[in-house]
C-alpha cells in the first residue's frame, strides 16, 4: 500500500522530502517484516524495532512541527 503511493510534490519541497524519507524506511524494512513473521528471527527482529524507532522519531518530529505551524 505505502508502494502505492505516488508523489506530486515539488523536488526542492523539504517538508515532503521528510515524508519520502519516513516512506523510504517503511518500504526498506519490508523485507525484515516478511523475514521475522515467517521465520521469528531474533535478529530480524532487533533490525524491525531499531528501523520503526527511527520512524516514530521521525513522525514526531513531523508532528511537532505540524503542532507549530497551527499555532502560528
Not at 43 to 71: F, H, P, W, Y
Amino acid at each position: 500500500m505505502i508502494g502505492e503511493i505516488t508523489s506530486t510534490h515539488r523536488s526542492g519541497d523539504a517538508d515532503m522530502k521528510r515524508f519520502d524519507e519516513i516512506r523510504g524506511l517503511l518500504m526498506s524494512l519490508e523485507g525484515d517484516f516478511e523475514k521475522f513473521f515467517e521465520k521469528e528471527d531474533k535478529a530480524t527482529a532487533r533490525r524491525l524495532d531499531e528501523g520503526l524507532q527511527r520512524v516514530s522519531k521521525m513522525a514526531q518530529e513531523i508532528r511537532t512541527d505540524i503542532q507549530t505551524r497551527i499555532k502560528a
